[in-house]
């Protein structure tokens, strides 16, 4: 693991991570607080926060998947971040003037920016980071999100609490600004191989690739099951707290911050015993404890109880998440990242969506504990799909794929 703390590249790329995930907290909360306070709580203009964050996400990933396959990856970061900086910009200037609904916007931008800067970062981790390392690394920046899962929220509250929603957005104005400075210390890309297809014929041979891939549809699989079974879920942790252990809402703060802690310590010995790990193996365990502790919350009645569970169910969705990362870097060819992640997202995306739309009526018509019956027996089903994933072989370019010997290549 030393060699990631000498590897420039890792070092920046996780150090602008961590630099937009403390913007991205300072935004949530700042937002939720300004919009909570103007509109004295109005459900239909805060649940338009989340609708603004992932709406982006099925229409812009695929395209900006696309796009950052052509791009040069360094540049589209510092771009992304100086549109989310000159965004900010705006919105100090509209905000004097009375029209705080231009909050909408920050959160827009951002989501539509990170449809084109994930990628690029997953292409540069690729190319500087040497394979046997990229299971940690991708450990350690998870581990890093994690840290603000638990950190963010007080971080992001105080700031508003204390110095107000101008103050606030100055803050993400400087964060950004300084992650795109970082970035232009990355190693300079070597040009982009020009390309003479259209944008629409790269997109379809994002979703060729995926689909003569066996190990990518049975990835896609999971990624429904799993968005699916999270959205039936996630939205109804609040319950957990106020109807199942009958304590007040904002005890739901705690969950949130001991889920935060297992998904770090997850992460960091996910990094630490990454090469001993068997990836199926560790996939399919991975999955069973999920099972098992997501049905140990909804059973305990007992606080301290819930807190150990979700600990414990956060550190296994730590594993998982290592495991499917790993995957997606390591044996997907680097000119087609973009737009396998500009596929594959959407699926999960629009899974966990509908099973959030669902959850409220599910539960009104039944009980918190069918619904988490049905999250579960959903997580179970991804792992058949799972165990058809064959980690340890690359995938093969679309390209060079004969139509006679096309499922022997990529299977």
């Known amino acids: 693991m030393s060699t990631l703390f000498r590897n420039k590249a890792f070092l920046i790329v996780t150090g602008s991570d961590l630099l937009q995930n ?4 300072i935004r949530n909360m700042a937002i939720l607080y300004y919009v909570m306070d103007q509109t004295q709580g109005n459900p239909i203009a805060v649940s338009l926060i989340t609708v603004l964050e992932y709406a982006p996400i099925f229409v812009f990933s695929i395209i900006g998947g696309a796009l950052a396959d052509r791009w040069n990856p360094k540049r589209t970061m510092i771009i992304g971040d100086i549109l989310s900086a000159l965004s900010i910009v705006m919105i100090i200037a509209v905000l004097s003037s009375g029209y705080w609904q231009i909050l909408y916007v920050a959160t827009f931008v951002s989501s539509i920016v990170s449809q084109f800067s994930q990628p690029s970062s997953v292409k540069i ?6 394979e046997e390392h990229v299971q940690s690394a991708i450990a350690i920046t998870q581990s890093g999100q994690s840290l603000f899962l638990i950190l963010g929220p007080i971080v992001g509250t105080f700031i508003y609490t204390v110095m107000g929603i101008q103050t606030s957005m100055y803050a993400l104005l400087i964060l950004f600004i300084a992650s795109a400075i970082l970035l232009t210390f990355l190693p300079k890309d070597s040009a982009q191989q020009e390309t003479e297809t259209s944008l629409l014929a790269d997109i379809k041979e994002g979703w060729q690739y ?14 429904i099951c799993v968005g699916l079974s999270s959205g039936l879920i996630s939205p109804l942790e609040i319950f957990l707290i106020t109807e199942r252990l009958g304590l007040e809402q904002t005890s739901l703060q705690f969950l949130s911050g001991v889920s935060g802690l297992g998904l770090l310590i997850g992460g960091g010995i996910a990094a630490a015993f990454s090469g001993k790990m068997n990836q199926t193996l560790t996939l399919i365990v991975g999955v069973m404890c999920l099972v098992v502790t997501t049905m140990g ?4 009645s007992w606080f301290w109880l819930t807190l150990v569970i979700s600990f414990l169910s956060s550190i296994s969705l730590a594993f ?25 997202t959407p699926l999960f995306m629009g899974a966990m969506l509908l099973g959030s739309s669902m959850a409220g009526v599910i539960m009104n018509n039944t009980s918190l504990f069918i619904v988490y019956v049905i999250s579960v027996t959903v997580m179970i089903l991804s792992i058949l799909p799972g165990m058809r994933i064959e980690f340890g072989k690359q995938n093969a370019p679309v390209n060079t794929l004969n139509p006679e010997v096309a499922h022997q290549a990529v299977d």
Do not use: H
Request: charged share 20%; proline share 0%; no cysteine.
């Open 22 to 25: 403390l913007a991205i907290w």
């Open 125 to 130: 981790v690729k190319r500087n980071v040497e």
């Open 320 to 344: 998982i998440n290592v495991i499917i990362s790993t995957y997606l870097v390591t044996q997907i060819d680097e000119r087609l990242i973009g737009r396998v992640n500009g596929t594959i």
């Open 297 to 300: 919350e909804v059973l305990s």
């Open 210 to 223: 995926v689909g003569q891939s066996r190990s990518l549809k049975m990835l896609s699989l999971v990624f």
